[in-house]
């Protein structure tokens, strides 16, 4: 059996849209990419965490009141002769799997959205994250037995796939973070791919993600062949979200159709050329999972992405509410949730769906289990009444989480009911008129 046969044993076994003109070309590719590295530089600056230490993932304790979350880890990275790393930046040839239990202090101890992060090691499992165990999945029954123990009843498992300029420990805290926060009923999964965490490394990062297309494209197929799993989320974040769209891509063309498991896919902040999306897309075939994006017109992040490749707009920053984005995205029965007004702690403005505590809960309540984010059952004075208040374009469940934050949700499924609910509503002005004046 193949290495990553054996990682994904488990799985199988167990019971065009266009953006602006092209930039000038006064100024050479490697000066636009330098001069764009150092914008992003120039930003991070503003959101570094001083003095955060490396190796955290060495097992240390929990404490009372505290949460787990045990994730299953697969990655295309080389491993780290450092313990408390694991793994580093640079390309294995083998696929390496690990259970990674996450210990999160008590809700009263921390802020929802937000990843606690040691100030020193050991960690202080009261009031910041630490890592409870780590045990390397490098056999058939070790895996099999994760699956087994971690499975909920749902059948619901979701994949998580990161972004640029992420270490291997970001990336299991921030999506443990994520799964505890959301409160989601998932076998919780994440795909870790060779990250240099360098702002300097956007293109070795990029085609790292290209470089892992095919294992991901295992690990997705694997699931959907395991009979205990019954749906799959996949949800992405910033380059990720190439990567994530790339194997669902290879999939569709190499089996005829994605996998009908794969229910739901979540693109936040998406690093990915608009146009290339459209092919991407295009290539999916007929059949595709529900599509929900995430996108935000002040993601700096993206704005720098933007000038590296070339001027055209990236998706994670379009504005869905104007053409041609609007009625493409609509007739496509593609969700949007802008989240430009929405203000939080990341001065990039490219983290917003894992550090608003409103959005992980939308994620957990409504997104993996497939539900559309509005109900046409509300009533349209509901919807008026949303609207009024400046803050969101959403009824039904989610109102009491969108009416009191600043998300535009667009919800293309639900807009026939929206047309009937107004032209009754119309009717009925119409006719209590008329009476009024004795017609």
Not at 105 to 127: I, M, N, S, T, Y
Not at 341 to 349: P, T, Y
């Amino acid at each position: 059996m193949t290495a990553t046969g054996m990682v994904f044993t488990w799985l199988a076994a167990s019971s065009r849209l266009r953006g602006t003109a092209p930039a000038p070309r006064l100024l050479s590719r490697d000066n636009r990419l330098r001069r764009a590295a150092l914008l992003f530089v120039g930003a991070l600056v503003l959101t570094a965490c001083a003095g955060r230490p490396e190796g955290v993932l060495v097992p240390g304790g929990t404490a009372p009141g505290a949460s787990e979350v045990d994730i299953f880890v697969a990655t295309t990275r080389a491993p780290s002769e450092n313990p408390g790393v694991l793994f580093g930046g640079d390309r294995s040839q083998q696929i390496s799997a690990a259970s990674i239990v996450v210990s999160i202090p008590p809700d009263a101890a921390r802020e929802v959205g937000q990843v606690q992060w040691p100030k020193r090691l050991p960690a202080d499992p009261r009031k910041e994250f630490s890592t409870v165990s780590v045990t390397p999945l490098d056999g058939e029954a070790s895996v099999k037995a994760w699956a087994q123990s971690n499975i909920p009843a749902s059948g619901r498992l979701m994949i998580f796939v990161h972004g640029f300029n992420n270490r291997y420990e970001d990336a299991v805290y921030r999506f443990a973070q994520i799964v505890h926060d959301s409160k989601a009923d998932v076998a919780p999964v994440l795909f870790t791919w060779p990250s240099r965490a360098s702002v300097f490394d956007y293109v070795y990062d990029r085609e790292s993600t290209n470089y892992s297309r095919d294992a991901l494209e295992e690990l997705m197929r694997r699931a959907a062949e395991n009979p205990k799993v019954k749906e799959i989320t996949i949800m992405a974040h910033s380059m990720g979200t190439w990567l994530a769209m790339e194997s669902l891509r290879q999939m569709a063309i190499r089996d005829g159709r994605v996998a009908p498991k794969i229910r739901n896919v979540i693109l936040a902040s998406p690093d990915i050329d608009v146009d290339v999306f459209g092919k991407q897309w295009e290539q999916m075939g007929k059949n595709k999972p529900n599509f929900t994006l995430f996108v935000s017109q002040d993601d700096r992040a993206l704005t720098v992405s933007r000038r590296i490749a070339g001027n055209i707009d990236r998706l994670g920053q379009i504005d869905p509410s104007v053409e041609p984005y609007r009625s493409q995205l609509e007739s496509e029965g593609i969700t949007v949730l802008d989240l430009t007004a929405l203000k939080v702690n990341d001065r990039l403005n490219h983290g917003k769906f894992a550090e608003s505590p409103e959005v992980v809960k939308l994620i957990g309540n409504r997104l993996i289990e497939g539900q559309t984010i509005t109900d046409s059952e509300v009533g349209i004075g509901d919807r008026l009444g949303a609207v009024a208040l400046g803050t969101a374009q959403t009824v039904g469940t989610a109102a009491s989480v969108a009416v009191s934050t600043p998300i535009l949700i667009f919800d293309p499924k639900t807009r026939e009911s929206y047309d009937d609910q107004w032209r009754r509503l119309g009717r009925s002005v119409e006719n209590t008129v008329g009476s009024a004046v004795g017609q």
